[in-house]
């Protein structure tokens, strides 16, 4: 496989797939007349346009031009229940039947909330936002506010949030904070962060799994690490279990047995509706507390939307069980090692990381623990998987991000092995041009 036969793969990829999508690249036009970029939600862009999606349902999608795809992205982690779940749908009309707009508390938030406090041991407490952003904008205001602290230790290709944003050290859509950069799984770097900035380190921000960064779980020790210095020098340890909170039922913090000070949550915990949370230790939840001398404020005129709360708590009481998440993890682990075992078989220099039912195909072989291992990876032959997967009616992200819904039935994962399997880029195997 020579560099030309790739970069001409693309171009043929690219060619077939607007070939066959005459509608949504009208779309696309129009779209960028109106918004930059031609969308609202710039990872949903895409090369030579993103197929535009007429309707969903379980675990399909399908799209203006006529095509079906199983859908293996589950948006981004927030369809983990699939597309409109029969419980979450009903619970989110009843509660919008009897009106949605009310400037007003209401019984959901406190039945979600308790549900939540219940499931994650780190959660003496909760509040609600919009998003995964907003939760971790708050969790950083409470860490900085209680600590009298302003320096936030983050992680180099970490992702937070849209103006939390760590692929490259200036990115100038991010929220000004004091950050200390460090890379991520490297014990000897953050302690010498510590050694220099100990008594100014409000918090230290992490992902129990890096996702966006293309799923590099972290080393439990490595977290372990991580809580022991927050302890000593008395900065807070906030998980940012946006995504992998479905590593089981209370989280990855449950799992790894590591409990941070705080957690802020995100995603699919309101079945898939505009949903984000953040918690933690009662002493630092109480700044929210006028009554008890707390001084923060923490507005949103739509936190305790009355579908999202109703679509939690049918979530989380209908469909989120512990013994589903398990599942769900399992199922991801073997189709991990499955693709694992379909690159190394077939000689391609690709690998798949992660951790359970979320997952990253990458252009190198690997072994990738940390950011830097992706440094010579071939994006063209991600490029050409995702075409790949796209042809044979399988949505992965662009990125090769993976994230498994529970209603991907065992068929689903075999299909789409089987396409994994065929993946012949450049048709290297064949002499294809
Ligand atoms: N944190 C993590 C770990 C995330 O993966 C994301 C979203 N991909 C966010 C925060 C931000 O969540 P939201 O998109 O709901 O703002």
């Known amino acids: 496989m020579t560099e030309i036969d790739l970069d001409r793969a693309v171009d043929h990829a690219r060619s077939r797939y607007a070939e066959a999508r005459p509608v949504s690249a009208a779309w696309s036009e129009r779209a960028a007349r109106v918004m930059p970029g031609g969308n609202t939600r710039s990872i949903l862009q895409f090369a030579p346009f993103p197929f535009r999606v007429e309707r969903a349902a379980g675990q399909h999608l399908w799209d203006v031009d006529g095509h079906r795809y199983v859908d293996l ?122 050694a220099e900035h100990a008594s100014e380190i409000a918090c230290v921000l992490v992902e129990p ?27 807070l340890l906030v998980f940012d279990e946006v995504m992998t909170s479905r590593f089981s039922a209370g989280g990855a913090q449950q799992l790894l047995g590591i409990t941070p000070d705080l957690t802020t949550l995100g995603k699919y915990l ?72 379909a690159f190394r078989s077939a000689g391609l220099a690709m690998c798949a990381t992660g951790a359970g039912s979320l997952m990253n195909v990458h252009g190198t072989a690997g072994p990738v623990s940390r950011a830097r291992d992706l440094r010579g990876a071939d994006d063209r032959l991600k490029e050409l998987f995702f ?30 092995l089987d396409v994994v399997r065929r993946f012949d880029p450049a048709g290297a195997r064949n002499g294809r041009p």
């Open 209 to 235: 799994m890096q996702g966006s960064g293309g799923c590099i779980p972290a080393d439990p020790d490595f977290l372990r690490m991580l809580q022991r210095r927050c302890r000593d020098s008395g900065a």
């Open 73 to 194: 992205l589950g948006n981004y982690t927030a369809g983990l229940l699939g597309h409109s779940p029969e419980a979450v749908l009903a619970a989110a009309k009843e509660a919008l039947s009897t009106g949605w707009s009310l400037g007003a508390v209401h019984e959901d938030e406190v039945r979600l909330a308790e549900l939540l406090v219940e499931r994650f041991p780190s959660l003496e407490q909760v509040r609600f936002t919009n998003s995964g952003t907003e939760a971790n904008l708050m969790a950083l205001a409470a860490a900085t506010h209680h600590t009298g602290r302003r320096r936030i230790l983050v992680f180099r290709n970490g992702y937070h949030g849209g103006v939390l944003t760590f692929g490259r050290d200036d990115d100038p859509v991010n929220v000004p904070h004091q950050w200390l950069l460090c890379d991520y799984n490297d014990v000897a770097g953050v302690e010498a962060a510590f």
């Open 270 to 341: 309101a079945g898939g509706l505009t949903f984000g949370a953040f918690g933690g230790r009662a002493d630092v939840m109480a700044h929210f507390d006028a009554g008890q001398g707390g001084r923060l404020g923490h507005a949103g005129t739509f936190n305790n939307n009355v579908a999202s709360m109703a679509g939690g708590v049918a979530a989380l009481t209908e469909l989120l069980g512990p013994s589903v998440l398990d599942a769900l993890h399992a199922r991801g682990e073997a189709l991990r090692s499955a693709l694992n075992e």
């Open 387 to 416: 075409f790949h997967c796209l042809e044979a009616g399988f949505y992965v992200a662009r990125r090769g991000f993976i994230a498994l819904s529970i209603e991907i039935t065992d068929a689903d994962v075999e299909a789409f």
